[in-house]
């Protein structure tokens, strides 16, 4: 059984992740500390930088995009070891890296959909090997648990 703290943070996740103005993939994170919540980040261009994710190429849109991990992790501006993050779609291996960096020791993600894995299971695979030798706990949450949108 799925607690109600996970399935808050999890459903914090989805609504961060809704703030992206990104039309194609909005991704949540949140980092927590206990039951506290210490950071929040959503996928989308740095503070400046034109907003233009809608109309940009989709080359352009990656090369400005910071992930939601990413700014959770320089929103926090504080020291992040042994705090736990929840996210909407499972971290790429540059995100995985930072988290690992900063000493996040949980990664709560949901369960992959096939279409997702079809996408982006090689990343996932790098990613999942990096957190094992790190000693980051990968924590799959239960589609059905959550009641949650499927990852894009």
């Known amino acids: 059984m799925i607690s109600k ?14 703030w992206s103005k990104d039309p ?7 980092i927590t500390q206990g039951n506290r919540i210490v950071s929040v980040g959503f996928n989308g261009y740095p503070h400046g930088i034109s907003d233009s994710a809608d109309t940009d190429e989709r080359e352009m849109k990656y090369l400005k ?20 993050i929840w996210v909407t779609h499972f971290p790429c291996p540059n995100c995985a890296a930072k988290i690992i960096q900063t000493g996040i020791s949980t990664v709560h993600c949901p369960e ?24 980051v706990a990968i924590d799959w949450l239960p589609l059905e648990g959550l009641a949650l949108k499927s990852p894009q």
């Open 5 to 18: 703290w996970a399935v808050r943070f999890f459903q914090m996740a989805e609504l961060v992740g809704s």
């Open 24 to 30: 194609s993939t909005q991704v949540g994170a949140v």
């Open 65 to 84: 995009t910071l992930h939601a991990e990413e700014n959770a992790i320089l929103f926090a501006k504080r020291d992040l070891a042994g705090c736990d």
């Open 112 to 135: 992959q959909t096939d279409d997702f894995l079809s996408r982006w299971g090689e990343k996932i695979k790098v990613s999942e090997e990096m957190f094992q030798q790190a000693g």
